[in-house]
């Protein structure tokens, strides 16, 4: 049986960090109860991106460990990060605090048995 789940952003925190493309890292809190760190923020041709954490194989490629399970749920927390990056910036680059979100997010495709 195939049931649709949501889950809560219940925290983002952004620190704005200028070394080359890279323009700063984020961590999200999700449910107040699973934490994702590394994510970092990339300035690219088409404008800021989100990257999220990645190791390299060993085949000494890059391959993310964690990542969105759809198009959708890419853009929301892509769109929530760069949100608040935006934020902090025009706060003058302040020490990161975190900043609490209360955004729901459908994860489509999520198969309970």
């Known amino acids: 049986m195939k049931e649709r789940l949501s889950m809560e952003i219940t925290k983002i925190s952004v620190t704005p ?4 493309r890279t323009k700063g890292f984020a961590t999200i809190t999700i449910d107040d109860a699973f934490i994702v760190t590394g994510i970092t ?3 690219g041709e ?3 991106f989100i990257s999220f954490p990645q190791r390299k194989n060993k085949d000494d490629e890059w391959k993310d ?5 759809s198009k959708e749920v890419r853009e929301c927390l892509t769109s929530m990060i760069l949100d608040a ?5 025009s706060e003058g680059k302040k ?3 975190k900043k609490v979100v209360k955004k729901h ?3 489509d495709n999520y198969l309970l048995e």
């Open 17 to 20: 960090y200028e070394n080359g």
């Open 85 to 89: 990056y935006n934020e902090k910036i």
């Open 46 to 48: 088409n404008g800021k």
């Open 95 to 97: 020490p990161a605090s």
């Open 41 to 43: 923020i990339v300035e």
């Open 105 to 107: 997010v459908n994860i």
């Open 65 to 69: 460990i964690c990542f969105p399970n």
